[in-house]
């Protein structure tokens, strides 16, 4: 019983951990970038869009389609680094049972 009772301490333990990395990745921001530094997008949490900077450059006529793939770019890049940092924190919080795979349980990496 003991065995037991140890085990869902340690459940409960990082369950914590789990809800702490969840709290921690909706605060992360990451920034991304295109265009040489033209075009940056910053995101928040799960990537919502929390600014946008275009350089005056490409504020002129007829450059409208090349801004539209500047942001876009910018956004995948800030999104690749938001997810790299929120994949580090659910792994740090998953401890040793990260890349387990336990019935019942969603998969943590």
């Known amino acids: 019983m003991k065995d037991l009772t140890q085990l ?5 333990a990082m369950q914590q951990k789990l ?3 969840q709290a921690k990745m909706a605060e992360t921001t990451a920034e991304g970038s295109s265009g040489g530094g033209l075009v940056s997008v910053a995101l928040k949490g799960a990537g919502e869009i929390t600014a946008i900077k275009i350089d005056d450059s490409l504020l002129t006529p007829g450059e409208g389609e090349i801004l539209a793939d500047l942001i876009v770019a ?3 890049d ?3 680094k938001l997810d790299e940092v929120n994949a580090a924190l659910m792994r740090e919080a998953a ?3 990260a ?3 336990i019935p019942g349980m969603p998969k943590l990496f």
Request: glycine share 10%; no cysteine; hydrophobic share 40%.
């Open 8 to 12: 869902m301490q340690q459940a409960q």
């Open 78 to 80: 800030a999104k690749r």
């Open 74 to 76: 910018a956004h995948a």
């Open 95 to 97: 401890g040793p049972m």
């Open 19 to 21: 809800q702490d990395a």
């Open 99 to 101: 890349g387990m795979n």
